[in-house]
């Protein structure tokens, strides 16, 4: 919100900057993206950061902004690489503005190469990962696991991860470029603001006032349309959980240009202070409250409570120090039976956690007995089973009780 009301600053009215930062700190998309440990609020932060120094460069060239725009920059092509194709195009571009004290794109030249030398950090962490600089663990995760080039950017038959809940065509073309804008557009709409008219509707008064559009208004502009061009390359939306994430780095333009639609509004509603005036300023505040008051909890409580039959009865299990070196042997479907458990999982599996596995039958036992001899075991029937909670039907049981046990583990579903 900080680097926001900075950035803005440098290109807008002190009263555009406020009203967009207020728009932004109530979003309730800023929000629950900002909890939800992905990397996109990271990403974000970085591009700001980076924005600001070049507004700044732009105002007063200078070695020191141009550097840490690279960084900046460089840092975003490392957390999310197409954001960093997208923001190191248009603040490439942007940057051209500045003048250098040596020659005329002296500061592009230092952020440029500053931005190669942050972004070249990639290849030792691919090399140390991998065994070789050129291949990235996401893809080589991908190509192993669904095929060669499924999780790559462009167009052909063989994209996309077989999600067919989530990706609803098989490749990508055309077609599902359409698909994915229409569904970003809805979810943009409804969790940008939150606000019962529509999240968009400031923007929709704005835009067809082309004449009174600010030089800024169109970079804002501009900006979203590069965001959203080259995500137009990817297969995949980003899924329903967190509203059209993939374009999360549009959120502060939006505002901004939320911010100005309420400008025109009240101008064309009277000019100073009068009650027509008020009264716009009074409907979005109305508008911003009814979003955190009834919007926010409901999003925050209401419409992921045992979302896709999802359960976290097994919480307390992982949290208690009774269950300290515990294995715990889940029965009935890989989802939601097994994924209500693995998330409670520890990162390192050598801890003394209570560790959750998938009871798939007599070859997964023997293996764990031989992973963790020393372990207790128990047996936990999953909802599909039990057609209710996670329920612990056996144990604690030593290694040599678990293997000698009779029942038979039928194949999950």
Known sequence: VLLAYALLRELYPRRTARLAVVLLAASPWHLFMAMNLMTHTASLCATLGAALAVARLRRQPGLVPAVVAGICIGIVG??????????????????????????????????????????????????????????????????????????ALGFGPNRGLGWGGLDPRPGHDALDVLINANFNLFQLNIELLGWASGSLVLLLLLLPLRAKLHRADWGMLAAVGMIVGLHSFYYFSGGPDFGARYWYLTIVPLVVLAARGLEELESRAA??????????????????LVALMLFVPWRATDKYFRYRGMRPDLRAVAASPDMAGSILLIRGRWHPDYSSAATYNPVDLTGPEPIFAWDRGAQVRQALVAAYPGRRFFVVLGPSVTQGEFSITAGPMTAEELLARADTVPPPP
Not at 109 to 133: E, I, K, Q, W
Not at 271 to 288: F, I, K, N
């Open 78 to 151: 490392l957390i999310r690489p197409l954001e960093g194709i997208a923001v190191a195009l248009f603040l490439g571009v942007w940057s051209l503005g500045a003048r250098g004290r040596w020659f005329r794109f002296a500061p592009s030249a230092v952020m440029t190469v500053t931005t190669a030398l942050t972004s070249a950090l990639v290849f030792p962490y691919n090399t140390a990962l991998m065994g070789s600089p050129n291949k990235f663990p996401v893809m080589a995760y991908t190509d192993a696991m669904f095929g060669p080039g499924t999780n």
């Open 271 to 288: 000019t100073g202070r009068s009650l027509e005036a008020v009264s716009v300023q009074a409907a979005v505040t109305t508008l911003a």
